[in-house]
């Protein structure tokens, strides 16, 4: 099946400080991808979506300021976490949804932990 | 509000035996239906779709979905206990393919 990479897959930053994570789709074409965030023993929470070539639209209650998307490729999309605070420490996963005409391959990254110290 | 809702369980099922998970949705237009897996501390990972009233049948899974009622469903025949993992059905809404989530059910299979 298709392939979504996501890297890092564990990240530690200082509070304060920017951190960058990116998401590939390595055996397909993302026309969209998805930035979610997961605390733990929760649902995944929609951040963001992300169409190739055009700026994101963010969920309500997400600053587009502080969680910037790029999405300058069919096979690169990333999440730039900026001014991280602890409370950002989270699981972030992307998810990338192919070009085939059915809609349905919808594929997950495995997935970043980040955490804020 | 669009909604997808789960029970959170834990649904403790016997080793064998078939584990039921259920899903409801609020909204009459939803298209596609979505099970995933997820092991704790990892990402999602699709089992399968279904977007046809009926049954759709893969390997040990079947889903179920009753449109007119509005709930899919899932069985897992002969559950082992690497089935033991938190299942989330989503729902798509419409044609940018975003998925709304239920909360998952925490599923336990007992050795």
């Known amino acids: 099946g298709a392939v979504v990479s996501q890297h890092p897959s564990r990240v530690i930053c200082k509070s304060g400080t920017s951190v960058k994570i990116e998401c590939r789709s390595l055996d397909f074409q993302a026309t969209t991808m998805f930035w979610y965030r997961q605390f733990p023993k929760q649902s995944l929470m929609l951040m963001a979506t992300?169409?190739?070539?055009?700026?994101?639209?963010?969920e309500q209650g997400v600053e587009k300021d502080k969680f910037l998307i790029n999405h300058a490729s069919l096979t690169l999309s990333t999440l730039t976490v900026t001014s991280a605070h602890p409370e950002d420490s989270s699981f972030y996963i992307c998810?990338?949804?192919?070009?085939?005409?059915?809609?349905?391959?919808?594929?997950f990254g495995e997935g970043s932990w980040l955490t804020v110290v | 509000q669009k909604e997808v809702e789960q029970n959170s369980g834990p649904l403790s099922v016997p080793e064998g035996a078939i584990a039921s998970l259920n899903c409801t949705y609020s909204?009459?237009?939803?298209?596609?239906f979505f099970w995933y897996r997820q092991y704790s501390g990892k990402s999602p990972e699709l089992i399968m779709f279904?977007?046809s009233n009926g049954d759709k049948e893969d390997g040990r899974f079947t889903a179920q979905l009753n449109k007119a009622s509005q709930y899919v469903s899932l069985l897992i025949r002969d559950s082992q206990p690497s089935d033991s993992a938190t299942y989330l059905c989503?729902?798509?809404?419409?044609?940018?393919?975003?998925?709304?989530w239920g909360a998952g059910t925490k599923l336990i299979i007992k050795p």
């Open positions: 279904i977007y």
């Open positions: 909204d009459r237009g939803s298209q596609s």
């Open positions: 992300s169409n190739e070539g055009s700026k994101a639209t963010y």
């Open positions: 998810s990338a949804r192919g070009s085939d005409s059915s809609g349905n391959t919808i594929y």
């Open positions: 989503a729902v798509r809404m419409d044609s940018n393919y975003q998925l709304i």
